[in-house]
């Protein structure tokens, strides 16, 4: 499973980088696809953890996933605010179009699923 939300969040992220190496933007586009990188493994990890934790206590498995969402919010924030604040103003769009794409890549994960975390 984590394969495979690697590989198609990687194959988006680096295409966006690509185009935008073509551009002059490929600073943006590589911290966009950094960002996005980072979600995808908190993501990954907080699913197993809570997988796990289900099997003993479902209230336990779901409160990790609430304070997943919580964490990885603030640390998205932060890493935007932090990228955004050292590029220069034409390197903004590229960060988050990158990150942006590489979420919707996401949505291939998700086709076909019942539960979030199948």
Do not use: H, W
């Amino acid at each position: 499973m984590l394969s495979k939300v690697f590989k198609v969040q990687a194959i988006i992220g680096l295409v966006a980088v690509g185009v935008y190496a073509t551009q002059g933007q490929v600073i943006g586009a590589a911290y966009g696809f950094f960002i996005g990188m980072m979600n995808v493994l908190m993501l990954s990890f907080t699913f197993g953890k809570a997988n796990q934790r289900a099997e003993e206590d479902p209230r336990s498995g779901i409160l990790i996933l609430y304070m997943s969402a919580v964490i990885r919010f603030v640390l998205l924030a932060v890493l935007f605010i932090i990228g955004l604040s050292f590029l220069e103003e034409s390197q903004a769009f590229p960060v988050v179009l990158t990150f942006v794409l590489m979420q919707l890549g996401q949505l291939f994960n998700l086709r076909g699923k019942q539960r979030l975390t199948d």
